[in-house]
């Protein structure tokens, strides 16, 4: 059985599912052990959470005007990179 902690808490179990995800993973050679595999998918879950919350700022930004169109973007860049390309020269 896979027990986690977090701080001040008691142990958790991980439950059926999870705890044979982590160890068929242990198996096959993906993980060195079940803890390894607790803590690779903690840190997947905390990627998963910081996109979720990005795409959740340029939703609401998008909804509240603070966007720029597509033409926009690309023209600055185009004038950037020319520039750029100039320097070079």
């Not at 599912?17 to 060195?32: D, F, H, I, K, M």
């Amino acid at each position: 059985m896979i027990r986690t902690r977090r701080k001040g808490d008691d142990q958790r179990d991980l439950g059926p599912e999870l705890e044979a995800y982590v160890s068929q993973r242990v198996e096959s050679g993906r993980y060195n052990s079940k803890c390894e595999g607790v803590r690779v998918i903690q840190e997947h879950e905390a990627r998963l959470a910081a996109l979720d919350a990005s795409i959740a700022r340029g939703i609401a930004d998008a909804e509240s005007g603070r966007t720029k169109s597509a033409a926009e973007v690309f023209d600055r860049l185009e004038a950037k990179y020319a520039a750029m390309s100039r320097d070079q020269e």
